[in-house]
């Protein structure tokens, strides 16, 4: 969490010293009760893994599920009204603002099994209130837009915006193709 705390100082320039980071920013503490959380999960302890998971929702307001994969140095910036679904997969540098939907496309079908939540690639970021929606994937340093409902996948570097959202900087995201 060290490591998580310094990346939040660097990246938030309303971060003011690694102190109030670790005393008052609610997605670090979310993060934590998730680690300790998903612990609990991987060992066949559901039951207290769903009870920390509960209880960190009502201290921060972000409901993170125990399976739900989470990468380093992620951030969670303001993070009221944040959901992260089971078989989410967040990579290590991810920003994701407050209000950020990552959840089934379709809800309230029970014994489904598989990646049904999205796969977020290292570095992206996304913004307020964006829901991103089924088993997709969000590509490596791409960005998504506040308020953009994504349903397909976004590659690597590009940015997405709209409800449907689709990509704005194809010219950027065809370059990043070539150099690769």
Not at 52 to 67: F, M
Not at 135 to 159: D, E, N, Q
Request: with cysteine; aromatic share 4%.
């Amino acid at each position: 969490m060290w490591q998580t705390a310094r990346a939040i100082l660097k990246r938030d320039p309303a971060a003011t010293n690694l102190c109030t980071v670790l005393l008052t920013y609610p997605g670090l503490h979310a993060l934590a009760w998730h680690r300790l959380a998903h612990y609990c999960e991987r060992h066949h302890w559901s039951l207290l893994a769903a009870l920390i998971s509960q209880h960190a929702a009502h201290r921060t307001g972000i409901l993170i599920h125990p399976a739900a994969q989470i990468g380093q140095r992620v951030f969670i910036d303001h993070g009221i009204g944040t959901v992260i679904g089971a078989t989410a997969v967040i990579e290590d540098d991810v920003t994701l603002l407050h209000g950020v939907t990552l959840g089934a496309r379709q809800a309230g079908q029970t014994g489904q099994t598989g990646q049904r939540h999205p796969h977020i690639g290292a570095g992206a970021f996304i913004g307020a209130n964006a829901q991103i929606l089924g088993s997709i994937s969000i590509g490596a340093h791409s960005k998504v837009g506040a308020g953009a409902i994504v349903l397909t996948s976004v590659p690597a570097y590009a940015t997405a915006v709209g409800n449907p959202a689709r990509i704005i900087n194809a010219q950027l995201h065809a370059y990043h193709q070539a150099v690769q």
